[in-house]
């Protein structure tokens, strides 16, 4: 699984922090740690420290907070994924079918109006 962020992907402005180029044992993983760290633990999840995910040009950090913000950056190379409880329930729900069987399909993980999106794509397509 590889992390990046890729800036003005569609001319408007908007951007992505994309998780691809995986396969459905990685999905189950990712979808592993989430419950236990996020859901189960309540503490934030970084993905530097992942050993089976590689950051390509940024870092990404989970963590619970009060409200549904999405992804927010400072720098566009740390980026903090910051959700409510029910929001990573969700994401984890949309993460399900990869675990399910292989797919070349993906997800955005939150539906949220943010410019920067979340996206999970088993092929780094959309």
């Not at 044992?25 to 309540?42: D, G, P, S, V, Y």
């Not at 740390?78 to 070349?104: A, D, W």
């Amino acid at each position: 699984m590889e992390l990046d962020y890729i800036e003005n992907v569609n001319g408007l402005g908007e951007h992505v922090v994309r998780l691809y180029n995986f396969d459905m044992a990685e999905a189950i993983q990712f979808r592993a740690l989430l419950i236990e760290t996020i859901i189960e633990k309540k503490q934030p999840l970084d993905l530097s420290q992942v050993g089976f995910i590689k950051p390509r040009n940024c870092n990404l950090i989970l963590g619970l907070f009060t409200s549904d913000e999405g992804i927010l950056s400072r720098d566009q190379q740390t980026f903090y994924c910051v959700l409510t409880l029910k929001g990573f329930t969700n994401m984890i729900h949309l993460i399900t079918p990869f675990c399910t069987k292989e797919s070349r399909g993906y997800q955005y993980l939150y539906e949220i109006d943010n410019p920067i999106d979340l996206l999970f794509s088993p092929t780094a397509s959309w």
